[in-house]
Structure formats: C-alpha cells, structure tokens
T-cell receptor
C-alpha cells in the first residue's frame, strides 16, 4: 500500500485551457474527496464520492469543474476554460468508509497537484 | 456554517521548548477532530485524530486535547525540534447523524518555526 497518489504533481497552463487531474486512492478505500488549497489558507472541500457515486458538491465547484470516479477506484477532476483564480493546490484524500458502526473515518491525503494558470 | 480558527497564525520558538497550538470551532456537533502537518508545497500528514467522545490523544511528543462543549482543541508539542517546523492544520468532521457532512472543515493553520 503506497498511499494516495496524484498525477500530475505540477501543471502550468494558459487561461482558457482545460486540465485534468487524477487521484488514485488507497486500495479498498471506498470514499474519495477532493479539496482545493490556496496560498495561506486551509484546504476547502470540493466534492466527495462513495464508491462511484458523487454524494456532495461544494458551491465552490462551478459548472467548469467536473469530477468522476467511474469504477469506484481512481478519480479525475477536470477544469474547463481555466481562469487565473483556479491556481491552487488540488488535494485528494481517501478513507475506508466501512460502517460497522463507524460512519466516518480518518482521511488520508495525497501529495496534491499544484496548478498555475497563466 | 462550521468555522475553524487557529491561533496563532505563526509561531517561532527555540529548539527544546514546549509549545501549544490552539484551534477553535463554532459548531460543537462534530464527529471527530484531526490535526495535520503540512510541509511547504506538500500534502497533509495526519498526526492525531480525536473522536468527539474522547478528551485527548497522544503520539510520541504530541498530545491533542478536545473540549467539544467549548469548541476548543489544543495540540501540545513537547521538546520541540527543528524538524517540527511546518504548518499545523486543525480540521473537524461534522456529525452526519446531526445533519453534518462527510467533509473536513479546516482552519488556516499555524506556521511553526523551531530554531536550532
């Protein structure tokens, strides 16, 4: 088990371009989360999946953002028509999500994808 | 809406000093509270998780306490070392049985510098 991985680690793009990030959670973790962190701030929640179902989306997730987790394993986050305000670190986290009387578990974070929009 | 505040925003101490980082949250209906460490340009490393029914958790030189009713948590670091230099983030997970969400709500962090 190598932990949560994210690809790419860094992305520089021009305003108006589309970008896609990938997250591979810890194996057997059925919950996957995306957060965004700007400089000097704590991470802010974007969206969350239970297996392949997207259960919650933040108001921060405008219609230019779309996230998928088609087979309940890896996830992708796509940003269309990027804007300079999208420049941030995009963090992915996963948790076991096994109920057994426990509804919520520790979230383990990946190294993040740093996006710079010029 | 849950809000998490961390004080101080930055802290600089000499090596060997014991120190306390503070975290407060506005809604006491939490499920758990986590302390994370973040090195510059890196992801988050979970340090300690305290369930809402617990009062404290310890790991090595770290001790985290939770007073849910007053909406406060502290992270105590004993005998600080230069390698402890990082940003420390506090996050709460809301209790979904009381209408909360699965998401973590973070503070802005405390940037700690331990000087040799």
């Amino acid at each position: 088990d190598t932990g949560v991985s994210q690809d790419p680690r860094h992305k520089i793009t021009k305003r108006g371009q589309n970008v896609t990030f990938r997250c591979d959670p810890i194996s057997e973790h059925n919950r996957l989360y995306w957060y965004r962190q700007t400089l000097g701030q704590g991470p802010e929640f974007l969206t969350y999946f239970q297996n392949e179902a997207q259960l919650e989306k933040s108001r921060l997730l405008s219609d230019r953002f779309s996230a998928e987790r088609p087979k309940g394993s890896f996830s992708t986050l796509e940003i269309q028509r990027t804007e300079q305000g999208d420049s941030a670190m995009y963090l992915c986290a996963s948790s076991l999500g096994v109920t057994s009387g426990r509804l919520q578990e520790t979230q383990y974070f990946g190294p993040g994808t740093r996006l710079l929009v010029l | 809406k849950q809000e998490v505040t961390q004080i101080p925003a930055a802290l600089s101490v000499p090596e060997g000093e014991n120190l306390v980082l503070n975290c407060s949250f506005t809604d006491s209906a939490i499920y758990n509270l986590q302390w994370f460490r973040q090195d510059p340009g890196k992801g988050l490393t979970s340090l300690l998780l305290i369930q809402s029914s617990q009062r404290e958790q310890t790991s090595g030189r770290l001790n985290a306490s939770l007073d849910k009713s007053s909406g406060r948590s502290t992270l105590y670091i004993a005998a600080s070392q230069p390698g402890d230099s990082a940003t420390y983030l506090c996050a709460v997970s809301e209790d979904i049985t009381q209408g909360g969400s699965e998401k973590l709500v973070f503070g802005k962090g405390t940037k700690l510098t331990v000087n040799p």
